[in-house]
């Protein structure tokens, strides 16, 4: 196990290097025109860009290009030159919002869809799994900016039920974190337990018909133990791994959306906001970071999937 | 058959599954006993209702699907209306079943000692490392080297022999009184399967479990039974101790089994013999006796179903299901006493 992380981890590595050399082409020098322009965002001085030009080694060869790009997104020092904060500061202040929106939706699908796929499927045919379907698709097909504009409208702004949008740090008050995010975890939640309730149905139904589990049933063993132990541990395998992604995908973008309607001024929302205003550092600095997420929990669920499942991590 | 109470004592049997090509009646009256220590071997081709006969006595075929009728009674328990939660404390307890394709019968996710300790504690409720020990022990008595080693693998790390001895092992682990073995070495190669076979014997002389072998192999079963059953389209066909069904065959069914294994010291026939046509679709069978469509001696009677019944003077256990006369039977068949592979009569199918 212990090698295979290693392993793991420095492939990791590579697929990092690889992404931002990439990041760096398609930021710096694959558009055909002066990086040090687009760089210094609209309404820039000529002293500005020369200065860029200088600060970011646009005149020297590629590689120096690449290592000075590099150098400023992970010193920290780089800076929006339309809205003259930096990057960094704001990259950090938007990150605990982020995580605490990704974290509490993907354990709240997880959880839900793990209830609703399981139950489905013990229902299987019977009217509970064909409503349920149903209510599985029409949540798939709810798009988060629509949803989660209703639920901010009637629940929030209009019965009052929950507090119209904004975000309170959980060091500061737990209860009231919680209480700001549960509309928008509910509205990023709704589409994955959708999904995610009817791939583990589709899972329980297969592993159900396993040799192994009419195993299970000849030793004796009680319904719950069998379901537990021999059925849904063998159908998470593929979950889990799904898990990982979307989590990873929903940190590195997915949740600029939801961020956005429910003003939570999270990293996404911050990537969203300069793009809008053509400020290029911060967009390069988030697609940066936000890369290195979803490379980074693409590692961490193989490392899980190994654990979960052992004909994996001995090979 | 003993005049002792037998340990499993199965009477008129019927499973049929609704399905969408109609009512398959995959169980057809099948009536056997079980004594204690003997080895019954059920012998049939595929789809011939044997491994639905065995799982049903574990309550392994019920479904919302399934139809059940007859009984089956074990030590004074009957086992195909038990409720669930009573068939829960008779399996892997009292009767253990060996199933037919070690590759996939096991968790591959779980260590293959935590799944025998699963048992152990499900039935015994013991303390970890008692369970444990156990489990090593048996695992040593299957025959796996290196068992202390062993116990912490998983199943893709054992050989299909191997995952075989383990189930073996699982299905001991309890001590059950009947063991049901579904086809044991199917999925397994010949010099594998010697060796699972020759366990299967010496662990039941070393417990004196019953054993039922499910199989579709004569040749399997000659080494091993004490009694012989064999199916045909859900129905016993024909039922006697090892000596009857291999010296004296009844059933014309049971003859062409019988010939149609092959053997290396003989001259090589031109083709491997074969009983002409195909077994009938459970869904849709021919009236009275079910062998009728493929056998060369039917005649009029025929189209009533024969009963199972002792047809031999002075042999009560010896019974069959074929309305020919004995002395028909002994004149048309072509096998040979004791013998399997066609006999002597060299070129008698021609």
Redesign the interface.
């Known amino acids: 196990m212990g090698r295979f992380v290693v392993r793991r981890l420095i492939q990791m590595v590579l697929v990092m290097f690889a992404v931002s050399v990439i990041t760096f082409l398609i930021f710096n020098v694959i558009p055909n025109s002066d990086p040090a322009v687009r760089m210094a965002g609209r309404q820039a001085s000529q002293s500005t860009i020369t200065e860029i030009r200088r600060e970011w080694n646009f005149d020297d060869p590629i590689y120096i290009q690449y290592v000075t790009t590099m150098k400023m997104v992970f010193s920290g020092d780089l800076q929006s030159y339309f809205t003259q904060l930096p990057v960094g500061e704001e990259i950090r202040k938007g990150l605990p919002r982020t995580l605490s929106l990704a974290i509490g939706a993907a354990l709240l699908w997880m959880f839900v869809a793990i209830c609703l796929g399981l139950y489905s499927a013990m229902k299987a045919g019977k009217f509970a799994d064909r409503f349920l379907t149903i209510v599985a698709l029409v949540g798939i097909s709810m798009p988060v900016f629509w949803i989660g504009a209703l639920m901010n409208h009637y629940l929030g702004f209009k019965l009052g039920w929950f507090p119209n949008g904004g975000y309170v740090e959980l060091t500061e008050d737990p209860i009231d974190w919680a209480y700001h995010l549960i509309l928008p975890w509910t509205a990023l939640a709704i589409l994955f337990i959708g999904f995610y309730s009817r791939v583990l149905r589709s899972n329980v139904l297969d592993t159900i018909n396993e040799d192994y589990v009419r195993t299970a049933r000849a030793k004796g063993l009680g319904e719950r133990q069998i379901m537990v132990r021999h059925v849904l541990r063998n159908s998470m395998i593929p979950i889990v791994t799904l898990w990982g992604l979307d989590f990873g995908a929903v940190v590195g973008g997915g949740a600029i959306l939801t961020e956005t309607v429910f003003d939570l001024q999270g990293v996404g929302q911050y990537a969203a906001e300069a793009v809008g205003q053509l400020d290029v550092p911060p967009v390069l600095a988030t697609t940066m970071f936000l890369a290195f997420f979803v490379v980074l929990m693409n590692a961490i669920v193989d490392i899980l999937y190994a654990y979960l499942d052992p004909r994996i991590r001995l090979q | 058959m003993s005049d002792a109470q037998p340990l499993l004592s199965v009477d008129d049997l019927r499973v049929s599954f609704a399905t969408e090509e109609g009512v398959v009646q995959a169980v057809d009256g099948v009536t056997f006993d079980l004594a204690a220590g003997e080895v019954l071997a059920v012998v049939g081709e595929s789809g011939s209702g044997k491994s639905v006969t065995a799982m049903t006595l574990?309550g392994?075929t019920r479904s919302p699907n399934a139809k059940f009728e007859g009984t089956a009674h074990y030590k004074g328990t009957e086992l195909i209306q038990a409720s669930?939660d009573h068939l829960?404390?008779?399996?892997?307890?009292e009767i253990?079943?060996i199933?037919q394709?070690p590759m996939?019968?096991?968790?591959?996710?779980?260590r293959v000692g935590s799944?025998i300790v699963?048992?152990i504690q499900?039935?015994e409720g013991i303390p970890d490392q008692q369970a444990r020990e156990r489990t090593v022990e048996l695992l040593e008595r299957v025959g796996i080297p290196r068992a202390r080693e062993r116990v912490d693998n998983?199943p893709?790390?054992f050989s299909g022999g191997m995952r075989q001895r383990v189930?073996i092992a699982?299905a001991l682990s309890c001590n059950p009184s009947v063991l049901i073995a579904d086809e044991p070495t199917t999925a397994l190669d010949v010099t594998i399967q010697a060796q699972i076979l020759q366990r299967i014997r010496e662990l039941r002389e070393e417990t004196g479990a019953a054993v039922i072998l499910v199989t579709h192999d004569l040749g399997v079963v000659a080494d091993i039974a004490d009694r012989i059953a064999v199916m045909y389209a859900g129905r016993i066909v024909e039922q006697g101790t090892l000596d009857q069904i291999f010296y004296d065959p009844q059933h014309p069914y049971t003859w062409g089994l019988l010939g149609s294994i092959t053997r290396v010291d003989r001259p090589r026939p031109e083709r491997l013999p074969a009983i002409a046509g195909l077994p009938p679709s459970l869904a849709d069978r021919p009236d009275g006796c079910h062998f009728r469509p493929r056998c060369p001696h039917e005649f009029a009677e025929c189209s009533k179903v024969p009963p199972l019944e002792a047809r031999l003077d002075g042999q009560a256990d010896h019974l069959d299901r074929c309305w020919l006369s004995v002395e028909e039977k002994r004149s048309k068949r072509e096998v040979l006493p004791g013998e399997i592979g066609l006999g002597a009569k060299e070129g008698a199918r021609a």
Request: glycine share 4%; no cysteine.
């Open positions: 574990m392994l669930e829960r404390r008779v399996r892997g307890a253990a079943m199933f394709d996939t019968s096991l968790n591959p996710v779980q799944q699963e048992q499900e039935h998983y893709f790390e189930m699982l």
